[in-house]
């Protein structure tokens, strides 16, 4: 895992004292070493958290000629296999890192090269020969690439904070509002872009081309795998084993971020048969109970014997959110985010890398808002006539509680299954955007969500919607989250369910083996049941989460009055104060759950005021700090 950066400009020699600044704000990535090449306009920088080959692999990293060079973010975890490919091929590996192998494999198969990889990266290899730059991503979208094409010249960045600022790009300030996150290829400056998932860049002579080389997604309804249904079960649960051993590919130790939910305990189970030395598992909890997820992970730790760490977190909502403001790269306000970046300092403390269960709820059908898609239509006339005095129901700072998730359900049933798709989880309506902004723009957020539906046309329905929740929902806010919480502790995350023989299948599960009645993840729960304790197997979702909602009435409702008053609003210039004011006070009373929204709403004023109104902020992660002493 590192972080990577680059300059590619026809205007003479690319800039060194940019590259090398761009590089120290990427340091947190890659503590343990950095790393430079240039060649007349281009420039690539490195830096390396070293997991395999701790003392030959570090970056960049060039042929037997040095005529092609590369720098590489993340993991290659059929790297064996490629590398003894390569050599048969006759080509002089001399490393036993991963990122050694991509440089060989793009001189064998030019940009086809990442159809061939099996892991999770971010890509950048100039081919001196044909004096050109290529920039790939995962297909998965687990590793995060930003570009910057002005004029003739092009930067790139693993994190945003790299890469020069410019104008907040309202369009991607409108998407932030609809969903707490900023989907692809927006970013928040207008002259930035996120390479999409499972694309090639090319830079050559000033111009850029994009071109998508991987778009994972569902079967069509002719091709499911409608067979018999213990035989699939067995064939998940190898696949699952298989995908983990392979993410246990490491010179360091691996250990896994275990909350109450089966995902992670699934992930831990595996782990733990297939390392011989006890796995380290890691959770958090917190006072609230039915945030608190110690007991159900602990049942996991003590069957498997793990060496388990638990943190009980005693708020201090303020700091946090600071913290948070200054490790997330653009505005992001999934609160979640919190109690990730606190598992993985945890985490940071004892390994190098950890797995975490991303992916296995939108392969899987493991949210309630896919019970919602598919009772929808036959409720919706009940859900008007009832909607009233679902609305009179008192807000509850519950997690997942009744009254949010019908009121929730009362509002979007009527409208189309996209739409009401979107609705379930919406963050500010379209009126509530303007009347929050003071304009109306011709940009409709949901229109990102209409785009990847448009190209499942033959799928089942909720296999459609579940693959717009992974191409987008997924990639730009889950996987942007666990990248951003680990990496600011120098942590590795891996995802072993975002692996090709884990969703090659789940793609091609019938809807009846996802989602049947009220039971969700029904494949998968069976799949794992011999591994786990039936209070996992069978209990209700779960996953790292906070108290925003009781936290926003109580320690943390001076700390929102303060940062989101009427002369911080004016002075930025996004939002007015008045809908911002009765958003606080109708919280704090308890007459509706705005804490989403305001989550939401000081993320944004945070990070605005710690990376525009200041310079972007240095991360030193512990780890950093040990390596400095």
Aim: aromatic residues 8%.
């Amino acid at each position: 895992m590192c972080g990577i950066c680059g300059i590619a400009t026809t205007r003479g020699g690319a800039d060194l004292e940019s590259l090398r600044a761009m590089s120290d704000l990427l340091v947190h990535r890659g503590p343990d070493s950095a790393g430079e090449y240039v060649d007349g306009g281009i420039a690539l920088a490195a830096r390396r958290l070293s997991i395999l080959d701790l003392e030959h692999g570090d970056q960049p990293i060039a042929n037997e000629d040095g005529s092609c060079v590369v720098v590489q973010n993340g993991e290659i975890y059929n790297y064996p296999e490629l590398r003894r490919e390569l050599e048969r091929a006759g080509h002089v590996l001399r490393t036993r890192c991963d990122t050694e192998a991509l440089v060989h494999l793009y001189e064998e198969h030019g940009l086809g090269f990442a159809e061939r990889l099996r892991g999770m990266f971010a890509v950048a290899i100039w081919d001196g020969r044909r004096r050109r730059l290529v920039l790939a991503r995962d297909r998965y979208g687990i590793k995060p690439l930003y570009y910057r094409h002005v004029g003739d010249e092009l930067r790139f960045a693993s994190e945003l904070r790299a890469l020069p600022r410019g104008e907040i790009d309202l369009d991607a300030l409108e998407a932030f509002l609809a969903f707490n996150s900023i989907p692809a290829p927006y970013s928040i400056f207008r002259d930035v872009r996120k390479l999409p998932a499972g694309d090639v860049l090319v830079w050559e002579d000033g111009e850029v081309s994009l071109d998508r080389y991987a778009r994972p997604g569902p079967a069509a309804a002719g091709e499911l795998r409608d067979g018999d249904e213990a035989e699939l079960v067995e064939e998940l649960r190898a696949r699952l084993r298989d995908s983990v051993r392979a993410h246990l590919l490491s010179d360091v130790p691996v250990g896994v971020l275990l909350s109450g939910g089966v995902d992670s305990a699934a992930l831990a189970a595996l782990a733990a048969q297939e390392t011989p030395e006890p796995v380290h598992t890691f959770t958090i909890g917190f006072a609230e109970r039915s945030f608190d997820e110690r007991a159900d992970a602990r049942l996991v730790a003590e069957r498997y014997g793990t060496e388990h760490h638990e943190l009980l977190v005693r708020p201090e909502p303020e700091l946090l959110l600071r913290s948070l403001a200054d490790a997330f790269d653009e505005p992001f306000a999934d609160s979640s985010a919190l109690p990730t970046y606190l598992v993985s300092q945890l985490a940071a403390e004892h390994v190098k890398v950890a797995l975490s269960g991303e992916g296995g709820d939108e392969l899987f059908g493991g949210y309630y808002t896919y019970v919602a898609d598919l009772t929808a239509d036959r409720l919706a006339p009940l859900a008007r006539a009832v909607r009233p005095l679902v609305e009179a129901l008192p807000a509850s700072t519950r997690k997942a509680s009744l009254d949010y998730k019908a009121k929730r359900f009362v509002r979007a049933a009527h409208l189309p299954p996209l739409e009401r798709h979107h609705g379930w989880k919406e963050i500010f309506s379209s009126d509530a955007r303007a009347e929050l902004t003071g304009r109306r723009t011709a940009s409709d957020p949901v229109d990102v969500y209409r785009a990847r539906y448009a190209e499942t046309a033959g799928a089942p329905q909720l296999a459609r919607l579940q693959d717009v929740d992974f191409g987008v929902y997924l990639v730009d806010d889950l996987l942007v989250k666990t990248d951003r919480a680990s990496m600011a502790h120098s942590l590795e995350a891996r995802v072993p369910f975002l692996d090709p023989l884990v969703t090659t299948l789940a793609f091609a599960l019938p809807t009846r083996l996802k989602v049947r009645g009220l039971a969700k993840k029904v494949l998968l729960r069976k799949a794992v049941e011999p591994l786990l304790p039936a209070e996992i197997v069978h209990g209700r979702k779960r996953g790292f989460s906070i108290p925003a909602a009781a936290w926003l009435r109580g320690e943390l409702e001076p700390f929102a009055r303060e940062t989101l008053s009427t002369g911080n609003l004016r002075r930025q210039g996004f939002f007015q104060p008045e809908p911002v004011k009765r958003l606080i006070d109708e919280h704090v009373a308890g007459r509706e759950d705005w804490s989403r929204q305001l989550w939401g709403l000081l993320a944004f004023t945070l990070w605005y005021e710690r990376h525009v109104e200041q310079e972007p902020p240095r991360l030193r992660s512990a780890r950093m700090e040990a390596l400095v002493a």
